[in-house]
């Protein structure tokens, strides 16, 4: 399993775009990337997968360069409610997900 | 269907009781995993089943944990003699075998103390 790196925190205002990269330099031919959302007591959320290029759905996009050793999470016009934590997966096939410990996001007004 | 129902939501328990938790995953899938998350972390892998079939187990599931889907439906986590170290969130989670590009669905979890 691929192993990512990604920032332990981030903090934004709400309006803003957030983007928080994450790094897998391991990331093997059939892995895909996705990332889960998690509020306090919930289980995390699933938000958004890719392989390569840019996906967009209607809470987030993903960029993912042609090396596909990063992704980027983009988050349009945070408000407060996306204050949580998110977590960058690689999964390959069939998989269990692991998680790393993630970033925590907090918007502030 | 709601998702994935967890139950109990919080449970307390004395050092050296047994508890058991239950887990009902979204109906179509026939793949259900157990996860714990303690404050700060990600959550762990401790197990999953596909059907009634407990396909993997963790090293952190010790022998004091047990887990059974027994008709490949509703899974439950029984902790035996617990410790204060099992305190944390147990998670479940379910997916469909060849639909895991739509994502793990996740329960919202038991917190269990162990005082």
């Known amino acids: 399993l691929a192993k990512t790196t990604q920032p332990i925190s981030m903090d934004s205002y709400e309006g803003q775009e957030v983007n928080i990269t994450c790094s897998h330099n391991n990331i093997a031919t059939n892995d895909y990337i996705t990332w889960y959302q998690q509020f306090p007591s919930q289980g995390p959320r699933f938000i958004i997968q890719g392989y390569k290029t840019k996906v967009t759905n209607e809470v987030a996009s993903l960029f993912i360069p042609a090396d596909r050793k990063s992704s980027t999470l983009s988050l349009p016009r945070v408000s407060l409610s996306d204050t949580a934590v998110y977590y960058c997966l690689v999964v390959g096939g069939f998989q269990k997900l692991v998680f790393g410990t993630g970033t925590r996001l907090l918007v502030s007004p | 269907d709601t998702g994935v129902s967890q139950d109990p939501r919080h449970k307390i328990t004395k050092r050296g009781q047994n508890v058991t938790f239950r887990c009902d995953p979204i109906s179509e899938h026939n793949r259900l995993y157990w996860y714990r998350q303690t404050l700060g972390q990600g959550p762990e892998f401790l197990t999953y089943f596909q059907n009634e079939a407990q396909l993997e187990k963790s090293r952190l599931l010790s022998d004091r944990f047990s887990a059974e889907r027994p008709k490949g439906s509703f899974s439950t986590l029984e902790i035996q003699r617990t410790e204060q170290g099992d305190s944390a969130m147990y998670l479940c989670?379910?997916?469909?075998?060849?639909?895991?590009?739509?994502?793990?669905?996740f329960g919202s979890g038991t917190r269990l103390t162990v005082v």
């Open positions: 989670a379910s997916s469909f075998s060849g639909a895991e590009n739509y994502g793990y669905t």
